[in-house]
């Protein structure tokens, strides 16, 4: 019988995206591929509208949307008696509740042979165990993050306060180099529920039979050798970590369509500022009017994804809606700008842009999907780190991949228009620029090599699957397997 395995993604569009390319690279190599959805209390809105997108362009990829959880289910962000919890804590208890529909839809299956689970869905550890399925995590991230975040627990003992109180001071973990506590996602720089439950969250890695990570050997050599010295996780073995990436999306579907990928067309190479910042990014206006200013004052070529503010500043999950241009920019920004510059509105299809011919640079949040998109289409990158472990990712694309510059502010009230013009108009037309672009060109071929047939990533794949067959055959799955 075809063997199947079961992909089992956390929330959001960052981890379904990297997810979906793993299960092509499952298909690649001759298994069958279930991807068991799980629908956001919240339904952001382009969510849906993915999983049908990925859906349609992957018919031989199952998509299974699982049912809710049991009632009451808590609604991210907020706690079951009506009180106000952070998101990540709403997100984690409603991952956890999910284990029940994930339970009833394995054992609905007529055979599963492994669980591949993403790094915020531990707690489904416990069902791969019940059901004694071989389990193994997914990191959609940087091997970089995944050093820091299995070292955390040890790190929070040794210094023996939280890393809040460390403010700016410099921290050492294995793998990565030095970067301020402050660069630490803001739900783990507190002692409370939502580091807490992260820590957790991270202790229970080493308990999965192995950890795929999306990344690939040269670009991130320093950690992964921390992983496999086992350095990252002191006093415990550290399961085999295997890096398989990059996994990016090829794009294509309707997207190839949009008028801004025309809009590029007309354009010269390498000329183009693209400016996105993820699923979620958003600014306030007066950050908008910054970036409007600097981007007519640095008289370059632009295309860039605009979004309204969000009416509630600390609700990540609330919906978007169409953004009044002639509202937010300044007055005359888009006459000025009409012929060098393209404002598109809320989501642009990103992966298509970035490798287009005219794109000459990337304004990034730098979540990891962006960065290895940015990477792989050979792009140098403005780092603009808002969120989760994007401060981190910043710091490895600058200071160890070298790979990118930081946009100066990102860590105060504003990045000022100044700012956005000099470092616009430097990536463009310096020399320092044009040497950054060099060296993105020679990683971008790096990482094609590396997911080649004989390259680093497919040889850690087959590895991963020659590991699997022995851990299935140890492993005898409640359905025959
Ligand atoms: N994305 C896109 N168009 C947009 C904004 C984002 O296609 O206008 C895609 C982007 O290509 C990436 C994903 O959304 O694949 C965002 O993932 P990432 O890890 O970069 O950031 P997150 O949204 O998780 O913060």
């Given at each position: 019988m075809e063997r199947t395995v079961?992909?089992?993604?956390?929330?959001?569009?960052?981890?379904?995206?990297?997810?979906?390319?793993?299960?092509?690279?499952?298909?690649?190599?001759?298994?069958?591929?279930?991807?068991?959805?799980?629908?956001?209390?919240?339904?952001?809105?382009?969510?849906?509208?993915?999983?049908?997108?990925?859906?349609?362009?992957?018919?031989?990829?199952?998509?299974?949307?699982?049912?809710?959880?049991?009632?009451?289910?808590?609604?991210?962000?907020?706690?079951?008696?009506?009180?106000?919890?952070?998101?990540?804590?709403?997100?984690?208890?409603?991952?956890?509740?999910?284990?029940?529909?994930?339970?009833?839809?394995?054992?609905s299956l007529p055979s599963v042979d492994a669980l591949i689970v993403d790094m915020f869905c531990t707690d489904a550890l416990d069902v791969a165990s019940e059901l004694r399925l071989p389990v193994y995590v997914f990191f959609p991230s940087a091997a970089s993050d995944l050093a820091v975040f299995l070292h955390l627990s040890s790190m929070r003992d040794s210094i023996n306060t939280s890393f809040g109180d460390l403010g700016d001071s410099l921290i050492h973990f294995p793998g990565s180099p030095p970067f301020k506590a402050s660069e630490l996602p803001s739900d783990i720089i507190n002692d409370n529920e939502a580091s807490r439950l992260i820590l957790l969250m991270f202790r229970r890695h080493p308990e999965s039979r192995g950890i795929l990570v999306n990344t690939f050997e040269t670009l991130e050599?320093?950690?992964?050798?921390?992983?496999?010295?086992?350095?990252?996780?002191?006093?415990?073995?550290?399961?085999?970590?295997?890096?398989?990436?990059?996994?990016?999306?090829?794009?294509?579907?309707?997207?190839?369509?949009?008028?801004?990928?025309?809009?590029?067309?007309?354009?010269?190479d390498n000329s183009v500022v693209f400016l996105s910042f993820g699923s979620l990014g958003r600014f306030g206006k007066k950050q908008l009017e910054e970036i409007a200013i600097g981007l007519q004052k640095s008289e370059q070529r632009f295309l860039w994804v605009v979004r309204s503010p969000r009416i509630d500043e600390k609700n990540v999950y609330e919906p978007l809606?169409?953004?009044?241009?002639?509202?937010?920019?300044?007055?005359?920004?888009?006459?000025?700008?009409?012929?060098?510059?393209?404002?598109?509105?809320?989501?642009?299809?990103?992966?298509?842009?970035?490798?287009?011919?005219?794109?000459?640079?990337?304004?990034?949040?730098?979540?990891?999907?962006?960065?290895?998109?940015?990477?792989?289409?050979?792009l140098p990158l403005l780092c603009w780190p808002l969120y989760a472990e994007q401060r981190m990712n910043k710091v490895f694309v600058v200071e160890e991949m070298k790979l990118g510059v930081e946009m100066r502010g990102y860590d105060e009230d504003m990045v000022v228009a100044e700012e956005v013009e000099a470092k616009v108009r430097w990536v463009i037309e310096s020399e320092g620029g044009k040497t950054l672009r060099q060296r993105a060109t020679a990683v971008k071929d790096v990482a094609a090599e590396a997911i080649k047939e004989g390259g680093s990533s497919h040889a850690a794949f087959v590895k991963f699957l020659e590991d699997l067959r022995v851990s299935m055959f140890h492993t005898s799955g409640h359905l025959g397997v």
């Open positions: 079961v992909l089992y993604p956390g929330l959001g569009v960052g981890h379904l995206v990297p997810m979906v390319e793993l299960a092509k690279v499952f298909l690649h190599h001759g298994l069958a591929v279930t991807v068991a959805v799980v629908k956001p209390p919240l339904d952001t809105p382009d969510f849906s509208a993915s999983v049908e997108r990925f859906a349609a362009s992957n018919p031989a990829v199952y998509f299974h949307v699982l049912p809710p959880p049991p009632p009451p289910p808590a609604p991210a962000g907020s706690g079951s008696d009506g009180t106000s919890v952070p998101p990540i804590v709403g997100m984690l208890g409603f991952l956890n509740a999910m284990n029940a529909p994930l339970r009833d839809f394995l054992r050599a320093r950690a992964l050798r921390a992983l496999e010295d086992g350095l990252c996780v002191p006093g415990r073995a550290t399961p085999p970590v295997y890096s398989i990436g990059p996994l990016v999306s090829g794009g294509g579907g309707s997207d190839k369509d949009h008028d801004c990928l025309q809009w590029l067309d007309a354009q010269p809606a169409e953004p009044d241009l002639d509202a937010l920019l300044p007055a005359g920004f888009m006459e000025a700008t009409r012929r060098r510059g393209l404002v598109v509105k809320l989501w642009a299809p990103q992966v298509e842009v970035l490798r287009h011919r005219a794109t000459g640079a990337f304004v990034t949040h730098c979540g990891w999907n962006s960065t290895l998109e940015g990477i792989t289409a050979g």
